[in-house]
C-alpha cells in the first residue's frame, strides 16, 4: 500500500502563492512512480493540474495552470510539491496528490488511471 498525505493548502488572496506537498509513505511506494496532482471544485469533476515522471526531467501542465503553477519531487524525501504562483479564484479547489506506478504519457490527464489517492488539502483564492 502507498499512503500519501497532502498539506499546504489554505486562504490566499488572488495573485498570492501557495506550495502544497505531498508526503508518500508505506511499502509498495518506489521513487519510480509518477507523482501528479489534481483538483476538483465543488460541483465539477476532477481534473488533472501537474504531473511528475520519476526523474523529475518529465513534467505536464493542464493549459490553465502552465506558467503559474510547477511541479517538482524530493525522491530522497518521497515528496512532490506543487508551487503555485498569480492565483486566480478559479483556482479554488481541494487539491489531490496521486501516484502511479505506470501511468502512461497518453493518458496521464483520467483520474482513474492513477491507482493511489491522498485525501487533499483546501486551497481557497479570494477576490
Known amino acids: 500500500q502507498v499512503q500519501l498525505v497532502e498539506s499546504g493548502g489554505g486562504l490566499v488572496q488572488a495573485g498570492g502563492s501557495l506550495r502544497l506537498s505531498c508526503a508518500a509513505s508505506?511499502?509498495?511506494?518506489?521513487?519510480?512512480?509518477?507523482m501528479g496532482w489534481f483538483r476538483q471544485a465543488p460541483g465539477k469533476e476532477r481534473e488533472f493540474v501537474a504531473g511528475?515522471?520519476?526523474?523529475?526531467?518529465?513534467?505536464r501542465y493542464a493549459d490553465s495552470v502552465k506558467g503559474r503553477f510547477t511541479v517538482s519531487r524530493e525522491n530522497v524525501k518521497r515528496t512532490a510539491y506543487l508551487q503555485m504562483n498569480s492565483l486566480k479564484p478559479e483556482d479554488t479547489a481541494v487539491y489531490y496528490c496521486?501516484?502511479?506506478?505506470?501511468?502512461?504519457?497518453?493518458?496521464?490527464?483520467?483520474?482513474?488511471?492513477?491507482?493511489?489517492w491522498g485525501q487533499g488539502t483546501q486551497v481557497t483564492v479570494s477576490s
Open positions: 508505506g511499502r509498495s511506494f518506489n521513487t519510480f512512480y509518477t
Open positions: 496521486a501516484v502511479d506506478p505506470s501511468v502512461s504519457s497518453s493518458d496521464y490527464e483520467l483520474p482513474r488511471m492513477w491507482h493511489y
Open positions: 511528475i515522471w520519476w526523474a523529475g526531467t518529465s513534467t
